[in-house]
């Protein structure tokens, strides 16, 4: 079953928040997902992502944690994201 679209916008704020290293199996893969990942990147952790042969990804998200993070330096690009603004 693919990956749910609210857990995995979830999912990978929850590793951003976390210090290390977080993994993230099947999850969905919709644009408002990617605009998620790509605001932490924005906010300094890392985000990769590796698609998987069943339509969903699998991410790997390294993380200073919620102390860490910082003001990124240009505007925040939700996408049609709702999620994403929350």
């Known amino acids: 079953m693919p990956g ?3 857990i995995s916008h979830r999912a990978l ?3 951003a928040l976390a ?3 977080s993994r993230i199996e099947g999850a969905g893969d919709g644009a408002d997902v990617r605009s998620t990942a790509g605001i ?3 906010l300094g ?3 990769e992502r590796r698609p998987r042969a069943d339509r ?3 991410y790997r998200v390294v993380s200073p ?3 860490g993070l910082h003001e990124p330096s240009d505007n925040l690009d939700c996408g049609n994201s709702g999620t994403s603004c929350a």
Do not use: N, P, Q
Request: hydrophobic share 50%; proline share 0%; glycine share 10%.
């Open 40 to 42: 932490l990147t924005a």
């Open 19 to 21: 210090v290390g290293e």
């Open 45 to 47: 952790a890392t985000v």
């Open 13 to 15: 704020m929850l590793a």
């Open 56 to 58: 969903t990804v699998d």
């Open 65 to 67: 944690g919620a102390d």
């Open 4 to 6: 749910d679209k609210s």
